[in-house]
């Protein structure tokens, strides 16, 4: 009997759909015994990457999301980058298509460790969401998120060093939960989720399509624990991160043509409007000072740390603020050289600040004096 459904959303890339899929495999033994599932969601797919996920045999569903403008998304109260719509849609449609009691959540390029499913499930209850400690490298344009542990262990699946993250792995693994965190992978129950209207479609928005209050996963978590639904990390389930995976890989999946729902014969998935604007929490994140803090942690590196309530808001405010710089970045470059050099420009970039990092650090430390 299923217990678990596992769901990574995928839309381009075979090479991490390969990757994924094994890596899942091979430290979860609850999949061979039949006590949990694997499942894809094919989320605005290519049609080369569906074909390779049938010719692999992997489990999955497909989702086509209706596209709507900027203009659409913010009148229904959702805001930048629009692309995130049709993420939270997706993972939507994959909890609703989950056959376990519990789901866990999780990104196309994440890699796991020994026992990162049981240890998730042994803290588990009905009031909880349970996420996983998350390792990631320094993306070029993004920073290490707040609630992750900074780990350099490669940035795609040919370059990852499997052995050496185990072995980060097994030396960071403590018994024990610690409150909030990152948000993927994560486990909750099914129908809590779904009672709680699962996923916000997009990005809360402000006062502007690119004014973000609150990412959707924070206002998902926010409406959980308003319903006594806490989020905690397990500190003994450790899963890596490459960190925009599908964005950055330069692989071709054959024909990239994205497929349409009229050669499917399925019906799009559509937006709901955000029911409260702005939530209460990202109300009192827009209330901190940021300047100081976005300069601290721009150059800091993501150290996990541990924070007061108040420094976790100033954190939550300070990544939406990276987060909306670094989209105008990518968007500017793109512009400039295409997207096919976009993130070839910026790695180069991210490798020459890592020679002055260390005298803009000096720079912003002299300024907060």
């Not at 979860?28 to 990457?49: K, Q, S």
């Not at 020994?114 to 993306?139: F, Q």
Request: glycine residues 8%; aromatic residues 10%; proline residues 5%.
């Amino acid at each position: 009997m299923i217990k678990v459904s596992i769901i990574s959303l995928i839309y381009r890339s075979k090479r991490l759909a390969d990757w994924v899929y094994e890596s899942v495999h091979a430290f979860t033994p609850m999949i061979a015994r039949g006590e949990a599932e694997f499942l894809f969601v094919a989320n605005d797919p290519t049609v080369g990457l569906l074909k390779h996920l049938e010719e692999r045999g992997y489990p999955h569903i497909v989702n086509i999301n209706k596209h709507y403008s900027e203009a659409e998304l913010f009148a229904s109260r959702y805001g930048t980058p629009e692309y995130m719509s049709r993420v939270y849609r997706g993972y939507n449609e994959g909890i609703r298509a989950a056959q376990g009691d519990y789901v866990v959540l999780i990104n196309s390029d994440n890699y796991f460790s020994p026992d990162w499913l049981e240890n998730l499930l042994k803290y588990s209850d009905r009031g909880r969401v349970v996420t996983s400690t998350l390792v990631e490298r320094e993306h070029p344009v993004f920073s290490v998120f707040p609630g992750a542990v900074h780990g350099e262990f490669g940035d795609t699946p040919d370059s990852f060093d499997e052995a050496a993250f185990l072995s980060f792995a097994l030396r960071i693994r403590k018994t024990g939960l610690e409150p909030d965190g990152a948000y993927m992978p994560a486990l909750m129950h099914r129908d809590v989720a779904i009672g709680a209207g699962l996923y916000p479609c997009g990005n809360v928005a402000g006062q502007s399509f690119d004014e973000v209050v609150r990412y959707g996963d924070e206002a998902f978590y926010d409406t959980l624990r308003s319903l006594g639904v806490e989020h905690v990390t397990a500190l003994d389930s450790i899963s890596y991160h490459l960190k925009e995976g599908e964005r950055d890989d330069s692989s071709q999946p054959g024909d990239a043509r994205v497929t349409t729902a009229d050669e499917l014969g399925l019906s799009e998935t559509l937006i709901t409007p955000y029911p409260i604007v702005p939530a209460i929490r990202g109300v009192a994140d827009r209330l901190v000072p940021l300047p100081s803090h976005l300069e601290v942690t721009a150059f800091a590196g993501g150290k996990a740390r541990s924070k007061s309530a108040m420094s976790r808001r100033v954190d939550s405010a300070a990544e939406v603020a990276l987060h909306n710089k670094a989209e105008r970045l990518r968007r500017g470059v793109e512009k400039v050289v295409g997207k096919r050099l976009a993130m070839p420009v910026l790695k180069a970039v991210h490798s020459v600040s890592w020679i002055v990092r260390p005298l803009r650090k000096k720079m912003v430390s002299r300024r907060l004096r």
